[in-house]
């Protein structure tokens, strides 16, 4: 649990083999709470929430692992759901779950004084979303889901085109944007600082990786 300015953030590792990260972001003024990643564990995630209500759940991307909790979750809340354009169908085709709003780069999501930029990184999968809090108060936060880890970007799979898009894509409207003490929030694993990874980066585009 992480208090940071305008908001508190809660973190929470669910499924022991795949271990995906939840992130509940709560405004700090008004209570009201937005979930990254409805991943697994249902039940674990609902005790979590307790009876304070749920604004909203963002999806960072389609894969299987970030959203299999997404229908219980909403069931119980109602909360609207927000994924990427691209990606707003598989989520829906995958969950039985509407998406209320699709995401483009440049929108933003807001829950209580709280407002979150949206960052479209496609590469990993087409329609995946960044979230970036910058308030101006202190350094930015932003949740990468998939597209951003420490040590490298997502896994693109072998394709060679995708990978490239992808580092593209970071280098350009993330460490392009955002300042080194920018603290990032992966989809699995550990926090990190893009100043502690950018001096990776032509690492990674040299591996390939």
């Given amino acids: 649990m ?31 709470r937005l979930m990254v990643d409805a991943a697994a564990e249902p039940e674990r ?22 959203h299999r909790a ?14 990427g354009a691209p990606d707003a169908d598989a989520v829906t085709e995958q969950t039985g779950v509407r998406i209320d709003r699709r995401l483009e780069h440049g929108d933003t999501v807001t829950f209580g004084e709280v407002t979150l930029g949206v960052i479209a990184l496609a590469g990993h999968t087409p329609g995946s979303v960044a979230l970036v809090h910058d308030d101006g108060s202190g350094a930015p936060h932003l949740w990468t889901g998939d597209s951003l880890f420490p040590g490298g970007v997502g896994s693109t799979f072998g394709d060679a085109a995708a990978f490239q898009q992808l580092l593209g894509e970071v ?15 992966p989809g699995h694993g550990d926090d990190s600082t893009l100043g502690d990874e950018r001096p990776s980066l032509a690492d990674w585009r040299e591996r390939g990786w």
């Fill in 2 to 32: 992480r208090e940071l300015p305008g908001l508190t953030l809660t973190k929470l590792a669910v499924d022991p083999e795949m271990s995906n990260n939840v992130y509940l972001l709560r405004c700090r003024a008004t209570g009201e």
């Fill in 45 to 66: 995630l609902l005790e979590l929430l307790g009876d304070d209500g749920l604004a909203g759940v963002v999806t960072t991307h389609q894969h299987w692992d970030h």
């Fill in 70 to 83: 997404l229908a219980a979750v909403v069931d119980a809340t109602g909360a609207t759901t927000y994924a």
């Fill in 171 to 185: 280098e350009t409207k993330v460490f392009g944007t955002l300042p080194d003490a920018t603290t990032f929030y």
